[in-house]
């Protein structure tokens, strides 16, 4: 399991997730997938060590443990992962 960022951050990307990542795993980047731009930060599953501390910080309530996803955002998961 990871924690993945969903479509909120888009409107913010204020970074405060990333200042208390202690694996720095969390990176800004754009992601194309099925014609649709998805422009925001993201968590790297395979770094992410389920800490949990980013998902407090982020002030839209953007970031969710990957099986807590609502279901809009699903598809968020492989989409961090791209
Ligand atoms: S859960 Fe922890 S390791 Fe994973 S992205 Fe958030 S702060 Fe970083
Ligand atoms: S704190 Fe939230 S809005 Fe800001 S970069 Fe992190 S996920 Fe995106």
New binding site residues.
């Given amino acids: 399991m990871?924690?993945v960022?969903a479509e909120p951050c888009a409107t913010c990307k204020d970074t405060s997730?990333v200042a208390?990542?202690?694996?720095?795993?969390?990176h800004a980047g754009v992601v194309e997938r099925d014609g649709a731009r998805f422009d925001q930060f993201f968590?790297?599953p395979d770094?992410?060590?389920?800490?949990?501390?980013?998902?407090p910080?982020c002030p839209v309530d953007a970031?969710f443990?990957d099986d807590e996803l609502p279901e809009p955002w699903k598809e968020y998961s492989e989409i961090n992962a791209t």
């Fill in positions: 990871a924690f960022i997730c208390v990542c202690p694996c720095d795993v969390i968590i790297n770094e992410c060590i389920d800490c949990g501390l980013c998902e910080e970031i443990a």
